[in-house]
């Protein structure tokens, strides 16, 4: 079967010389494109074409790259498997059975496949790490600002970034070289991101380095992943890094927290799509409310409609202070832990998801399920941190993941530490 990685693929050439000449990249599908359609994997945005290329885009063709498509998601990267997507689910390349993560499913499955060299995710409470996990790729979110956002269509503003996706360490350092970098056009990119060279900080000479273990991230995982975790930790003590455990008494708010901040962000954000200023039309004729209405009950599917009815009702009077600034206090202490536990060692060390790979469907009537399997990734999130998912190995011929969590703009530590294993 066609893993169905992209859902408009096109040849967009970049300049003839760069970095990055000779390379093609997807791109994942809630980034600007000029004059190719931009969907977020959506039926609301099924025809939109956008005027102008995100900055990471320019960035890409500045570099010499070829843009081959843009990658299949779930709506709006609202989800964990990419089998959300108005446009069908994208396929393991390792099982086809099997979901690639999500919601940057298509961008890890196409450099998975070989369908591509390198790929653009997005990252929101994870999005770019899990489907590194469950596709044997290197995945990178970057510290927020680090990369700009200016071309997104936003999901939740406050949680995510762009970052890489490739078949190793050092390349997906290089390609967050290129787009990584403070832009006039989005003012929480910050000047820490100037000129880096990350590519040159995978040399895997990690002697002496210390690494935190986490005890409340270790929990309840899958036997073959806990196996492989305990290997990549072993290996890394076996080339000179020394490891100890730590502590993060907050994480165990982190996934609550995070899903009523994001969903309340996206209430407010997709409120834009209204039939009338971008997306769907709900008909012109009559009641505007009903054909306010009629647009986002057709255009939106249900998983959008659940988080944004969630995001709306945490927001609401009466609710707002039980709810959401409640959410917003523990991302604060989430945040405060992860600085204290960061001050002592150079990175934190966890599996990157707890389970392996679940086959297509099983999760799609259980969005709880579904929202718990980011235990790991979320808090990084709601901290504004760094991280990397490396390749641990498999159990039962599925892939699993090592998450590396650096302090903010440690980009260089991640990179160095995973490039020991990848």
């Known amino acids: 079967m066609s893993l169905n990685a992209f859902i408009t693929e096109t040849t967009i050439e970049g300049a003839d010389d760069g970095p990055l000449a000779g390379t093609t990249?997807?791109?994942?599908?809630?980034?600007?494109?000029?004059?190719?359609?931009?969907?977020?994997?959506?039926?609301?945005?099924?025809?939109?074409?956008?005027?102008?290329?995100?900055?990471?885009?320019?960035?890409?063709?500045?570099?010499?790259?070829?843009?081959?498509?843009?990658?299949?998601?779930?709506?709006?990267?609202?989800?964990?498997?990419?089998?959300?997507?108005?446009?069908?689910?994208?396929?393991?390349?390792?099982?086809?059975?099997?979901?690639?993560?999500g919601s940057s499913g298509g961008s890890a499955a196409a450099v998975?496949?070989?369908?591509?060299?390198?790929?653009?995710?997005?990252?929101?409470?994870?999005?770019?790490?899990?489907?590194?996990?469950?596709?044997?790729?290197?995945?990178i979110k970057p510290t927020y600002g680090l990369v700009s956002?200016?071309?997104?269509?936003?999901?939740?503003?406050?949680?995510e970034q762009i970052g890489p996706i490739a078949p190793t360490v050092e390349e997906a350092a290089a390609l967050l070289d290129v787009i990584a970098g403070p832009d006039e056009h989005?003012?929480?990119?910050?000047?820490?991101?100037?000129?880096?060279?990350?590519a040159s900080a995978a040399d895997g000479d990690v002697a002496g380095m210390r690494l935190g273990i986490p005890a409340e991230l270790t929990d309840g995982l899958d036997d073959g992943v806990a196996a492989r975790f305990e290997e990549s930790l072993a290996t890394l003590e076996d080339r000179g890094v020394e490891t100890t455990e730590v502590s993060l008494p907050s994480v165990e708010y982190a996934v609550a927290a995070y899903y009523v901040i994001a969903m309340s962000e996206a209430s407010s954000n997709l409120a834009r799509f209204d039939g009338v200023r971008y997306g769907r039309s709900g008909g012109y004729d009559g009641n505007w409310n009903?054909?306010?209405?009629?647009?986002?009950?057709?255009?939106?599917?249900?998983?959008?409609?659940?988080?944004?009815?969630?995001?709306?009702?945490?927001?609401?009077?009466?609710?707002?202070?039980?709810?959401?600034?409640?959410?917003?206090?523990?991302?604060?202490?989430?945040?405060?832990?992860?600085?204290?536990?960061?001050?002592?060692?150079?990175?934190?060390?966890?599996?990157?998801?707890?389970?392996?790979?679940?086959?297509?469907?099983?999760?799609?009537?259980?969005?709880l399920t579904m929202y718990l399997?980011?235990?790991?990734?979320?808090?990084?999130?709601?901290?504004?941190?760094?991280?990397?998912?490396?390749?641990?190995?498999?159990?039962?011929?599925?892939?699993?993941?090592?998450q590396l969590i650096g302090p903010a703009f440690g980009e260089e530590t991640i990179v160095r530490l995973g490039s020991a294993l990848a």
């Open 290 to 367: 009903e054909a306010f209405s009629a647009a986002r009950s057709e255009g939106f599917g249900d998983e959008v409609k659940r988080r944004i009815l969630l995001g709306t009702y945490a927001l609401s009077a009466g609710y707002h202070d039980k709810y959401y600034k409640q959410a917003q206090e523990a991302r604060a202490w989430i945040k405060r832990d992860f600085d204290e536990a960061l001050a002592n060692v150079d990175a934190l060390a966890t599996p990157t998801m707890p389970v392996l790979p679940p086959k297509r469907g099983e999760s799609l009537d259980d969005p």
């Open 112 to 139: 998975a496949a070989g369908e591509a060299d390198l790929a653009l995710g997005t990252d929101t409470g994870g999005s770019i790490r899990c489907p590194a996990a469950f596709t044997g790729t290197v995945g």
């Open 149 to 159: 956002r200016y071309g997104l269509v936003a999901y939740a503003n406050s949680l």
């Open 25 to 101: 990249v997807a791109v994942k599908d809630n980034t600007s494109t000029a004059g190719v359609r931009t969907t977020c994997g959506s039926d609301m945005l099924s025809d939109y074409v956008p005027p102008y290329d995100a900055t990471v885009v320019e960035r890409l063709k500045e570099a010499g790259a070829t843009i081959v498509g843009k990658a299949n998601m779930d709506e709006f990267g609202m989800g964990t498997t990419t089998e959300t997507s108005a446009f069908g689910p994208t396929a393991n390349p390792i099982d086809e059975e099997r979901v690639p993560g």
């Open 373 to 402: 399997i980011d235990v790991n990734t979320v808090p990084v999130n709601l901290a504004n941190l760094p991280a990397i998912s490396v390749p641990a190995g498999e159990s039962e011929g599925l892939p699993a993941g090592l």
């Open 186 to 198: 989005d003012a929480t990119t910050r000047e820490d991101g100037a000129d880096t060279d990350l």
